[in-house]
C-alpha cells in the first residue's frame, strides 16, 4: 500500500489535507488526514493524470509519422509532464501516409503508450485550413473513412470535419456507427449551420475553438457563435488550447463564463516543438518554425500548434486567476468522459486507476503516477 498526503484536488473540491491510499494500480481511499496518520504531511498538491484530447507530438517527437519509435518519444514526454491519458492526432496528408500514420499509433494504443486516436483531417475546409496542407484535403470520402477507421482497428475515438461539406452529414452517420466522436473544425461553415450540425451529432466536440474558423464578428458570426449557442445549449464540448498564445486568457475566463465549465476541456494541441526552445520542426507534411516559444508555419504566418504542454495550460490559468477546481476537471474528468473512460481514470476517487500528478506550490510537476507505478 502507498500513501500520498498534501492537498488533493478531487472532481468538485479541494481538500486541504488529505491522505490518498494506492493499492496496487487502483486508489483504494481518498480521506481527510488523522492525527495518528503515519504519512507526514507536505506541501504537495496531488491532481488527476491529465487527460489530453488533441496532440500531435512533443520532446522533438510527433505523432504525425508513421514511425513506432518516434510515437513513443513523443508520448513519453507528455507522460513525464502528467498527461498519463494520451490521444494522438494526426494531421491531413496523402491518404497512402494518413493510412500508415494511423496503423502505426493503432500499434502505440495497443501497447499502452497512448489512449486512442484522433484524425484531424483531411475532409476539412481549404478556406480555414489554418497549420495544415490545403492541397491535401479532400471532400468527404465514407470509403476513405472507413479505411482509416479500419487501419486504427477500432482506437480512432475522435473525428474532426468540416460541416459545410458536401457528404459530411454521410460521413457524420458512418462516424456515428463507429461509435467515433464528431468534431467540428477547420471549417467556414455559418453560425446557424455548425449549431443546427452540432445539436443533431449531440454529444459532439468543437476543435479548438475559435483557432480554425472565421474570427467572431458581429455581422458574421461564423462557426465560432454557432459552437458557443450549441455548447450553451449541452449539445456540444468545446476544446480550448488556453495557452496564451491561440487564445487570450480572457477569452478563456469568458468561455468558462459564458457556456459553463462541463463543456469545456483544455486540450495542448501541442507538436514536435512542445518541451523545446525554438527551431524549426514538422507538423505533418508542414515545415513549422518556433520563434520565442510561437510555432508558425515557415511557407506562411498560421500558428502551427501549441509548444505548451497540458500541465502548462493548466497552470496558466490558474494563476490566470481560474477556479483550480474548473481548470483540473477540464484537463481531466471531463476529456475523460467525452472518451467514454471516466470510470477507469480522469480523478481521485476510490476504484479509479491510481494515475496521479505530484505538484509543488507553483504547479509544476514532482513526480507522475500511472497505473500505481512511478513514471517520473
Known amino acids: 500500500m502507498t500513501a500520498l498526503r498534501g492537498r488533493v484536488i478531487t472532481r468538485d473540491n479541494v481538500l486541504a489535507d488529505a491522505v490518498v491510499e494506492i493499492d496496487g494500480d487502483r486508489i483504494a481511499a481518498v480521506r481527510d488526514a488523522r492525527p495518528d496518520d503515519t504519512v507526514e504531511p507536505s506541501d504537495d498538491l496531488v491532481v488527476p493524470g491529465l ?14 509519422v508513421p514511425d513506432r519509435a518516434e510515437v513513443a518519444r513523443a508520448a513519453a514526454h507528455h507522460l513525464g509532464q502528467g498527461t498519463t491519458t494520451m490521444v494522438a492526432s494526426a494531421v491531413t496528408d496523402d491518404p497512402e501516409r494518413m493510412l500508415a500514420v494511423v496503423a502505426t499509433l493503432a500499434d502505440a494504443v495497443t501497447a499502452g503508450e497512448i489512449a486512442a486516436i484522433h484524425l484531424e483531417g483531411p475532409f476539412l475546409s481549404a478556406a480555414r485550413c489554418g497549420a495544415q496542407d490545403p ?43 463507429r461509435g467515433v466522436l464528431v468534431a467540428v473544425g477547420h471549417t467556414d461553415a455559418s453560425a446557424t449551420a455548425t449549431e443546427r450540425f452540432l445539436r443533431d451529432r449531440a454529444p459532439a466536440l468543437v476543435t479548438h475553438l475559435f483557432n480554425g474558423m472565421a474570427p467572431l464578428h458581429h455581422r458574421a458570426p461564423g462557426a465560432a457563435l454557432g459552437a458557443l449557442a450549441a455548447a450553451s445549449r449541452g449539445a456540444a464540448t468545446v476544446e480550448l488550447i488556453a495557452d496564451g498564445v491561440h487564445l487570450s486568457d480572457e477569452t478563456v475566463a469568458g468561455v468558462f463564463a459564458l457556456v459553463g465549465g462541463p463543456r469545456v476541456v483544455l486540450i495542448s494541441d501541442a507538436m514536435a516543438a512542445a518541451g523545446l526552445g525554438d527551431g524549426e520542426h514538422q507538423l505533418g507534411p508542414l515545415a513549422t518554425r518556433v520563434t520565442d516559444g510561437v510555432a508558425r508555419l515557415v511557407d506562411g ?70 497505473g500505481g507505478d512511478w513514471v517520473s
Do not use: K, N, Y
Not at 487527460?51 to 504525425?64: E, I, M, P, Q, S
Not at 481531466?332 to 473512460?341: E, I, Q, T, Y
Open 51 to 64: 487527460v489530453d484530447l488533441h496532440c500531435h507530438g512533443g520532446g522533438g517527437a510527433a505523432f504525425t
Open 301 to 370: 504566418d498560421s500558428i502551427a500548434g501549441g509548444t505548451s504542454r497540458l500541465l502548462d495550460v493548466v497552470r496558466r490559468q490558474v494563476r490566470a486567476g481560474l477556479d483550480p477546481v474548473e481548470v483540473v476537471a477540464s484537463a481531466s474528468c471531463r476529456p475523460a468522459a467525452l472518451l467514454g473512460v471516466d470510470t477507469e481514470v480522469g480523478a481521485v476517487a476510490p476504484g479509479l486507476r491510481a494515475d496521479l500528478v505530484v505538484l509543488d506550490q507553483d504547479w509544476r510537476p514532482r513526480r507522475v503516477m500511472r
Open 135 to 177: 492541397t491535401r484535403m479532400l471532400p468527404p470520402d465514407v470509403g476513405l473513412a472507413e479505411a482509416l477507421l479500419d487501419a486504427g482497428r477500432g482506437h480512432v475515438r475522435v473525428m474532426t470535419i468540416a460541416p459545410e461539406l458536401d457528404g459530411a452529414d454521410a460521413l457524420a452517420d458512418l462516424l456515428t456507427e
